[in-house]
């Protein structure tokens, strides 16, 4: 019914920059509350990275602030994280995350991608 589909990581040298995209597909009638990037590192925990809502509401943890961009373009369904200056400590896999309303059940559900690989070398 809902699929997120990320691009976008790869390999990049400390100072570089990223884009990230994440499409989400529908089958049927969804809304887009809020779209969340998050990254998990090797032996850790998942962790916040950026958010933006159906009002253009942002947010983002105090890690990326400066540094990251997240934005959203409602007529493709994509939200994108643009990462400039990468340290090696942003190496991870990065997830995006949507809570979406299904207008028919009313209710709302979280759904994840599949993850995609950002590493940035020293």
């Known amino acids: 019914q809902v699929q997120l589909v990320e691009s976008g990581g790869g390999l990049v040298q400390s100072g570089g920059s990223l884009r990230l995209s994440c499409a989400v597909v529908?089958?049927?009638?969804?809304?887009?509350?809020?779209i969340a990037w998050y990254r998990q590192a090797p032996g850790k925990q998942r962790e916040f990275v950026a958010t933006?809502?159906?009002?253009?509401?942002?947010n983002y943890a105090d890690s990326v602030k400066g540094r990251f961009t997240i934005s959203r373009d409602d007529d493709k369904n994509t939200v994108s994280l643009k990462m400039n200056s990468l340290k090696p400590e942003d190496t991870a896999v990065y997830y995006c995350?949507?809570?979406?309303?299904?207008?028919?059940?009313?209710?709302?559900?979280?759904?994840w991608g599949q993850g995609t690989q950002v590493t940035v070398s020293s």
């Open positions: 995350h949507a809570n979406i309303l299904d207008y028919g059940t009313g209710t709302y559900h979280d759904y």
């Open positions: 529908f089958t049927r009638q969804f809304s887009i509350s809020a």
């Open positions: 933006i809502t159906s009002g253009d509401s942002t």
